[in-house]
């Protein structure tokens, strides 16, 4: 190997070692990830002073009366409980605009929430896949969810 291979690899390595944290807290997060991560206390902040256009923006949809909806339904479900993220990684393992947020927390009365949450990146701008009921926009026509049969 010559010299800059020998380089690069070191680089990798010790890119890599700065991954992962033994003790429990977080990991940094590189920087394709910093704005997913950002994204996701962003969610927390939300869910804990329960901000419904909050969600909202970091859900990336339009602001309109099935997502208020469905914020709303969220906030019911988790907000106010003043969660602390105990664990967080955040994986770009479907591309560098797409990954997976895993995170752990827990409210202030020690009850957990364990979740894993789809991260995208759009138009440099990182959002959480936390809205499941957006209307098909007129002309479209939803995803096909059948199984596919042999032919």
């Known amino acids: 190997m010559n010299r800059r291979h020998i380089a690069a690899v070191a680089l990798a390595l010790l890119a890599l070692s700065g991954c992962s944290s033994g003790n429990g807290k977080a990991a940094p997060a590189a920087s394709s990830g910093d ?10 902040t939300a869910l804990n002073t329960r901000d419904a256009t909050g969600l ?12 208020r909806s469905e914020a709303d339904k969220i906030l019911a479900d988790k907000g106010g409980r003043g969660w602390k993220i105990s664990w967080l990684e ?7 605009d797409v990954g997976s947020a895993r995170l752990a927390a827990k409210d202030k009365a020690g ?6 949450i789809t991260v995208t990146r759009d138009k440099g701008v990182w959002h959480l896949t936390i809205f499941t009921g957006q209307p098909v926009e007129p002309g479209k026509s939803p995803a096909e969810t059948s199984e596919l049969s042999a032919s």
């Open 111 to 116: 009850r957990s929430m364990n979740d894993t």
């Open 35 to 44: 704005g997913a991560r950002q994204a996701v206390d962003d969610y927390v």
């Open 90 to 96: 955040i994986g770009h393992d479907m591309g560098p």
């Open 56 to 67: 909202i923006r970091i859900g990336g949809v339009k602001d309109e009366s099935w997502s």
